[in-house]
T-cell receptor
């Protein structure tokens, strides 16, 4: 079965410093991986997706993620944090062989950005 | 504007009452999904529908029911059988049964006391 583990429940950064949100995946197939962002009391928005093309994936708002098969990781990064980046971030893997497009969500990482 | 709407944003109910959460989309998507979100947990799938007039149980369907009589609508009923209904409920849609990208509504926060 496919699963993802988000290694940090909370990450705190200062505005203007780099962001790193860590995600490890488990999959016996070549995975499809996603990062979603959720601002407080809002729905989820897709940041970026990896579907076995380029291993470095660029997303919206300056975020990117690198797929590393040898490390089974899909960490999310951004060179310089903005206050507006404060939100919860979910790493997601597509489940295979379920008969439908099932997404499996990590438990989330809350990003706190201080001035 | 194309998108997914959920209403109401906040909902309060007494224990023992059934309550229905609305989800409407004007994206012309075939597939629709309901998720439950609890603090410190990822989203968990309640029900999904790949096409109108068809729906299937997800991972945590007990105490919930749905209908899909129209392509654009996928209401979720939280019944009195749901032991712990207080949560944030999210509806999502996908273009069709082969599309893995899902688009989410803004959510409904249900509080049952």
């Amino acid at each position: 079965a496919q699963s993802v583990t988000q290694l940090d429940s909370h990450v705190s950064v200062s505005e203007g410093t780099p962001v790193l949100l860590r995600c490890n995946y488990s999959s016996s197939y070549s995975p499809s991986l996603f990062w979603y962002v959720q601002h407080p009391n809002k729905g989820l928005q897709l940041l970026l997706k990896y579907t076995s093309a380029a291993t470095l994936v660029k997303g919206i708002n300056g975020f990117e993620a690198e797929f590393k098969k040898s490390e089974t990781s899909f960490h999310l990064t951004k060179p310089s944090a903005h206050m507006s980046d404060a939100a919860e971030y979910f790493c997601v893997v597509r489940a295979m062989n379920t008969g439908f497009q099932k997404l499996v969500f990590g438990t989330g990482t809350r990003l706190l950005v201080s001035p | 504007d194309g998108g997914i709407t959920q209403s109401p944003k906040y909902l309060f109910r007494k224990e023992g009452q059934n309550v229905t959460l609305s989800c409407e989309q004007n994206l012309n998507h075939d597939a629709m999904y309901w998720y439950r979100q609890d603090p410190g947990q990822g989203l968990r799938l309640i029900y999904y529908s790949q096409i109108v007039n068809d729906f299937q149980k997800g991972d945590i369907a007990e105490g919930y029911s749905v209908s899909r009589e129209k392509k654009e609508s996928f209401p979720l009923t939280v019944t009195s059988a749901q032991k712990n209904p207080t949560a944030f409920y999210l509806c999502a849609s996908g273009r069709d049964k082969n599309s893995y990208e899902q688009y989410f509504g803004p959510g409904t926060r249900l509080t049952v006391t």
